[in-house]
């Protein structure tokens, strides 16, 4: 039996927040639906306070509108929310590997990442999302800048399936983009990471548009 250690994962109201976003973003999710927090919580498997926490970063976000009786009415997305949204994260997270390569932060939580979730491939590529997930959250707390890793964990969306691969191949293609941007924060490039980092997030916002056209 392979020995999987856990992955460093963002807090419960972040990934809350990141459930539903993904579920709005990919039209799971329709405009107009209404959101309760008991529903939503036990949909999630958690408390209803991250929930209830989770309802006023989304609502700040303009994608849900709360209402008076601790629910929220989802606004829904358009591709222009799509863009801005993706434009924002590919600048902070391609800064976020910048400050990595120039703090000459330790790469430990971040290779780990990469050793498991090469593991996790070939055994059980359903668990990737959380390899994924920790990989971008060790990187942001590797950049040594609290705040701008408090901005991305409450941008967070999960995966962006399009609909022109599979789920093992969109996994397996995620992947081999991570090793390239670890390779470069190794080599301590500070502008391959960063241009590798912001292809990687346009290449997802390219993905989820897909679902738009």
């Not at 039996?1 to 539903?20: D, F, G, T, W, Y």
């Not at 330790?106 to 593991?119: D, P, Y």
Request: charged share 25%.
């Amino acid at each position: 039996m392979l020995n999987l250690k856990p992955v460093k994962l963002m807090p419960i109201r972040e990934q809350a927040a990141s459930s539903i976003r993904e579920a709005i973003i990919s039209r799971n999710l329709k405009q107009g639906e209404t959101l309760t927090l008991e529903a939503t919580a036990h949909a999630l498997g958690i408390s209803a306070t991250p929930v209830r926490e989770a309802f006023q970063i989304l609502a700040r976000d303009g994608l849900i509108e709360l209402s008076q009786n601790r629910g929220a009415v989802v606004l829904g997305f358009n591709e222009k929310n799509i863009r801005e949204h993706y434009q924002i994260r590919a600048a902070l997270e391609a800064e976020s590997c910048r400050l990595v390569c120039e703090n000459n932060s330790s790469l430990e939580g971040v290779e780990h990442c990469i050793v498991q979730a090469r593991k996790i491939l070939e055994t059980n590529p359903e668990k990737y999302p959380d390899y994924n997930q920790s990989f971008h959250y060790n990187i942001w707390s590797a950049s040594e800048n609290t705040r701008l890793m408090n901005m991305l964990s409450e941008l967070w969306n999960g995966l962006s399936l399009g609909l022109r691969t599979t789920r093992t191949e969109y996994f397996k293609n995620s992947h081999a983009e991570h090793e390239n941007i670890f390779s470069k924060l190794q080599e301590r490039d500070s502008s391959g990471a960063y241009t590798a980092m912001y292809d990687h997030i346009v290449r997802s916002m390219n993905d989820t548009l897909t679902r738009y056209q």
